[in-house]
């Protein structure tokens, strides 16, 4: 959401990305499930760790 920081200090804001995938069968029941977690590189923006679940989900996709 990138909401405000509040009384700590920018050195120690951290975020992280993830996505999750659900593949469901013809009545709608759960058949598969994929969850990616990561840590996000450099400065420590929401916008940034965003990216960078999209970038990880292509790479997986891609078979990187």
Do not use: F, Y
Request: with cysteine; hydrophobic share 45%; proline share 3%.
């Amino acid at each position: 959401s990138g909401g405000a920081v509040g009384t700590r200090s920018n050195n120690h804001r951290a975020v992280g990305a993830g996505a999750a995938a659900v593949s469901v069968d013809g009545e709608g029941k759960p058949m598969r499930k994929a969850l990616l977690i990561a840590k996000v590189r450099g400065k420590q923006t929401v916008p940034r760790a965003e990216a960078w679940a999209v970038k990880c989900v292509l790479e997986v996709w891609a078979g990187a």
